[in-house]
C-alpha cells in the first residue's frame, strides 16, 4: 500500500485511462478525494455507478477546484479547450499533466491557457487497449508500463519528481524526454502501426471479391490482431493524427519505401532477401519479450491476461 501522495486528485475525462487512473488511485489509497469531470452526464453517470471517485462534476473548472494534481485525459484537441476552462480555477501549486499520445501539439495548446503558478508537466503512459469507457479501465494498466514526462525548461524539478513518483506508484516506469523526439518515437511505434491496422481492416472491407463473413470466418491470428488495433477509439486516433501529422509523414514515407523494397523481393523471388528481413524482424520481438513490455506465450498473452488485451499506447 502506498502513502497518500495527494489531498486531491482531478481526473478530467474518464475514458479508459482516466478510469483506470481511478482504481489505481483508490486501490494504492493515493489520494484523500478523487474528483471526475466529463462533459456527457451519461458518462458521469456510468462512473459513478462504479463508484470511481468520490465527487461528480460535468464542469472542469468546478472539479479542479482545490486539486493538488489535475490530469486531463481527453483527445489531444480538445487540450487547448480544457485548459482554458479549468485554468480560472487552478490552486497555486497544482501539478497538471495530460496523458496525450502527441507531446508538440499538447504543449503548444495548453502551455499559453494556464497561469504561471501551477506546474504543467506533459506526459504519455504508454498503456492501453482498443476498449475505450468508464467500464473499460483496470487498476493494473500501467503495471511494468511506461510513463513518459515531456516538461518544460523551467518546471520545478521537484514537481515533475512528484509526478513521476505518482506513475511509479501507479505500476509505470518513467522517464524523461524532449516532447519532439517522443513524438517521433511514438510515430514509429504507436501512430504508424494503427494506421496501418486500420488500413489493412480497411482494405479487407473493400474488396469485392472476399465477403464480410469469409474475412470474419476465417480471420487468421495477422489480420485478427490489425482488427484490435483499428477497433481503437476513432475520435482520439483522429486527433492523434491531425496532431502528430508531421512526425507520422515522415515515418509513412519510410514505411512506403521499405514496403516497396518488400515488393521487389517477393516479386523477383529473392528468398535471401526475404529471409534476412524475417530473421531481422524476429529478434526485435524477442527484445521486446526481454524487456519485459509483452510475454512470450500464445496470443501475445491476451488469454493469459484475462480477456484484457494490453495494447499500444493510450489515450
Given amino acids: 500500500m502506498s502513502e497518500r501522495m495527494f489531498g486531491r486528485i482531478a481526473l478530467i475525462g474518464i475514458g479508459l485511462i482516466g478510469s483506470s487512473l481511478a482504481r489505481v488511485i483508490a486501490r494504492e489509497k493515493l489520494a484523500g478525494e478523487v474528483v471526475i469531470s466529463s462533459r456527457s452526464a451519461e458518462t458521469l453517470d456510468e462512473a459513478a455507478a462504479l463508484n470511481l471517485g468520490d465527487r461528480y462534476e460535468q464542469d472542469a473548472a468546478e472539479a479542479v477546484k482545490d486539486a493538488d494534481l489535475v490530469i486531463v485525459s481527453v483527445p489531444v484537441g480538445a487540450s487547448g479547450a480544457v485548459a482554458r476552462q479549468i485554468a480560472p480555477a487552478l490552486k497555486k501549486g497544482a501539478i497538471v499533466t495530460d496523458v496525450g499520445s502527441t507531446k508538440r501539439s499538447v504543449i503548444a495548446q495548453m502551455a499559453p491557457e494556464l497561469p504561471a503558478h501551477v506546474h504543467f508537466i506533459a506526459g504519455h503512459p504508454l498503456a492501453g487497449t482498443e476498449k475505450s469507457g468508464p467500464s473499460a479501465g483496470f487498476a493494473s494498466l500501467f503495471e511494468d508500463r511506461w510513463c513518459i514526462l515531456t516538461p518544460q525548461d523551467g518546471v520545478d524539478p521537484a514537481a515533475i519528481e512528484r509526478l513521476s513518483?505518482?506513475?511509479?506508484?501507479?505500476?509505470?516506469?518513467?522517464?524523461?524526454?524532449?516532447?519532439?523526439?517522443?513524438?517521433?518515437?511514438?510515430?514509429?511505434?504507436?501512430?504508424?502501426?494503427?494506421?496501418?491496422?486500420?488500413?489493412?481492416?480497411?482494405?479487407?472491407?473493400?474488396?469485392?471479391?472476399?465477403?464480410?463473413?469469409?474475412?470474419?470466418?476465417?480471420?487468421?491470428?495477422?489480420?485478427?490482431?490489425?482488427?484490435?488495433?483499428?477497433?481503437?477509439?476513432?475520435?482520439?486516433?483522429?486527433?492523434?493524427?491531425?496532431?502528430?501529422?508531421?512526425?507520422?509523414?515522415?515515418?509513412?514515407?519510410?514505411?512506403?519505401?521499405?514496403?516497396?523494397?518488400?515488393r521487389k523481393a517477393v516479386r523477383r523471388g529473392d528468398g535471401e532477401a526475404l529471409?534476412?528481413?524475417?530473421?531481422?524482424?524476429?529478434?526485435?520481438?524477442?527484445?521486446?519479450?526481454?524487456?519485459?513490455?509483452?510475454?512470450?506465450?500464445?496470443?501475445?498473452?491476451?488469454?493469459?491476461?484475462?480477456?484484457?488485451?494490453?495494447?499500444?499506447a493510450a489515450k
Avoid at 486516433?237 to 519505401?257: G, K, P, Q, T
Fill in 165 to 262: 513518483a505518482f506513475w511509479e506508484a501507479c505500476g509505470s516506469r518513467t522517464e524523461l524526454m524532449d516532447p519532439v523526439h517522443h513524438d517521433q518515437v511514438l510515430a514509429l511505434v504507436s501512430h504508424v502501426p494503427h494506421l496501418i491496422a486500420y488500413n489493412i481492416v480497411g482494405t479487407a472491407d473493400e474488396l469485392e471479391n472476399v465477403t464480410e463473413r469469409e474475412v470474419i470466418k476465417y480471420s487468421a491470428s495477422g489480420f485478427r490482431d490489425f482488427t484490435r488495433l483499428a477497433a481503437s477509439d476513432p475520435t482520439m486516433w483522429r486527433d492523434v493524427c491531425l496532431h502528430n501529422r508531421d512526425a507520422i509523414l515522415e515515418m509513412l514515407s519510410r514505411f512506403s519505401e521499405d514496403l516497396t523494397a518488400l
Fill in 275 to 312: 529471409f534476412d528481413l524475417f530473421t531481422r524482424t524476429r529478434s526485435v520481438r524477442r527484445s521486446i519479450i526481454e524487456a519485459g513490455q509483452d510475454v512470450d506465450v500464445a496470443d501475445f498473452g491476451r488469454s493469459a491476461a484475462g480477456g484484457r488485451e494490453i495494447g499500444e
